[in-house]
């Protein structure tokens, strides 16, 4: 009889134990996703993703396509010229002491030519009209590698904002003060390789920026942007398009 109590025993533990360690198991917590303000995907998600073949950017203004990049020397045949005014397209945060050093930052020291790998910031005026742009001289830089003019450079990046001569901004055929950031979601997917970043600015409304909205794709390893600036009520009124590609490896597709 001793001896059936005990068997008994050991068989009541037994199920206790393994009852326990069900229960544990049901338990175990389930690691959550962390959110943070880049809309994006894991990398590896993103290396099993085919990128696009190729990818242009490009922007309209006053029903005026310039593809991106696109050479010094096509803009200043289509009757721009470089401004004498100091680029003024300033970023938050970013004082004008700063923006005008890097304005001239990889110019030669006669003021004509830019040095290799470098860039400058200038504004292009037509009948009234500005467009900022950076002019780079594409050619990798060495110690051999000469200084290129002015006029021999790229514009590899444009930003424009709506006043009384942009009347009209287009990305996409999207007229700007259109756009959403929805939009943007969906037209510019993860699964194309885009990383979306906004970055608001609700404690500084001195600025004049509710959200900075960027998104980026470093196709081939050449970066290109496109960051779209909302003011206060949330409408798109700026945008800066970039595009490192090199300008012998674009090819644009024609646009009106």
Known sequence: MKNLRILMMCCF?????????????AQTPVASEEKTGSITQTPDEQEN?????????????????????????QLTED???????????LEPFVGEEYYETRADWSLSKDGQEILPGGSIIRLLEKDGVLLEVTITNQVSAGSDTPSQKIEDGVVDSMVVFYDEKHTSIKLDNQELNHVTQDYLIERYPSSDGWTHAPNTYSDHPEFGISTEYTIENDLDQYSRSITIYFDLENKPFKVSVCNETP??????????
């Open 247 to 256: 300008l012998d490896r674009a090819e644009p597709s024609p646009q009106t």
């Open 13 to 25: 533990l037994v199920l206790l134990t393994a009852c326990g360690r069900e229960g544990s198991t």
């Open 79 to 89: 009757g721009w010229k470089i401004s004498g005014q100091t680029p003024y397209f």
């Open 49 to 73: 993703e085919a990128m696009p073949e190729n990818m242009e950017l490009g922007i309209t203004v006053n029903d005026v396509y310039y593809p991106i990049p696109v050479s010094l020397k």
